[in-house]
């Protein structure tokens, strides 16, 4: 078709929408009963927003609305392909998914707790490691009391493992 045809004003662009946390291909999508709920809000509060947004000539809004549709549809592939591991599944002498662990980072005296969550989970300013870091396969089948080297880019860093929750 000629570009003669064409509106200027009705081409659109797709609207950029970051992606969700990296969950590498074939592994499973773990989460725990505190992040199923999580998503499930999440997407609640998506549904309410496309809700309000209403469809019009506004350029604006048609894009608002392309957003959350993106991540409505992200949101839903994370959610079907979630497996929530229930805490009481969980092997206290060992750690695992969910489990939370504290430790003591190098020399310092003092320990700090993280727990070993999904990737959508994950928040290090609230102790939540994803389960696909590093950090956190060096942990799994650990027991308290043993130690686990992290090899970073300068160096390396040593974990003790003081308890498992």
């Not at 609207?15 to 773990?30: C, E, M, S």
């Not at 209403?54 to 949101?75: E, P, S, T, W």
């Not at 994370?78 to 591991?85: N, P």
């Not at 727990?115 to 490691?129: R, W, Y």
Request: hydrophobic residues 40%; aromatic residues 4%.
């Amino acid at each position: 078709m000629s570009r003669a045809f064409v509106n200027e004003d009705d081409q659109r662009e797709t609207p950029f929408v970051a992606p969700r946390a990296d969950l590498p291909t074939g592994v499973a999508n773990y989460v725990t009963p505190i992040g199923m709920e999580a998503l499930l809000k999440e997407k609640e509060t998506l549904q309410k927003e496309l809700k309000q947004l209403v469809a019009g000539d506004d350029r604006d809004k048609q894009n608002a609305i392309a957003i959350v549709n993106i991540k409505l549809q992200m949101l839903e592939n994370r959610i079907v392909s979630a497996q929530v591991i229930e805490r009481e599944d969980i092997p206290s002498e060992k750690i695992h998914f969910g489990s939370v662990v504290s430790l003591q980072i190098g020399g310092q005296s003092m320990t700090q707790k993280f727990q070993i969550v999904g990737v959508d989970e994950a928040d290090l300013k609230q102790g939540k490691i994803a389960f696909t870091s590093p950090l956190a396969r060096l942990l799994v089948n650990q027991e308290a009391g043993s130690s686990v080297t992290l090899k970073l880019a300068h160096g390396e860093r040593v974990f003790k493992i003081m308890a498992v929750e």
